[in-house]
């Protein structure tokens, strides 16, 4: 069974940063490709970052040069580090894990508010 938790998540003005985190609670977490993705009020979830199981990463074009996604395998843990906050970027961001088999699953989502 796969587990999720992310945290991280808060309240930050505009030009702000945060670091989102989120541990896996399962075997095998080397061979998952994990992602960052968000949903703001009344819009379609989204991905934000992903990182495939040998390490390559791809990023949305709204935070490219703003975020970056990383991973600690010993942790079993990814990481968001965002920078540059912008109010647009307010969302609950959720963590997902994929499958080399095809089966994804979502963490609870924590959430990300820029305002000043």
């Known amino acids: 069974q796969v587990q999720l938790v992310e945290s991280g998540g808060g309240s930050v003005q505009p030009g702000g940063s945060l670091r989102l985190s989120c541990v896996g609670s399962?075997?095998?977490?080397?061979?998952?490709?994990m992602g960052w993705y968000r949903q703001a009020p009344g819009k379609q979830r989204e991905l934000v970052a992903r990182i495939r199981s040998g390490g390559s990463t791809i990023y949305a074009d709204s935070v490219k040069g703003r975020f970056t996604i990383s991973r600690d395998l010993a942790k079993n843990t990814i990481y968001l580090q965002m920078n540059s906050l912008k109010p647009e970027d307010t969302a609950v961001y959720y963590c997902?894990?994929?499958?080399?088999?095809?089966?994804?699953?979502w963490g609870q989502g924590t959430q990300v508010t820029v305002s000043s």
């Open positions: 997902n894990a994929e499958a080399w088999y095809g089966s994804s699953s």
């Open positions: 399962f075997s095998s977490f080397s061979r998952y490709h």
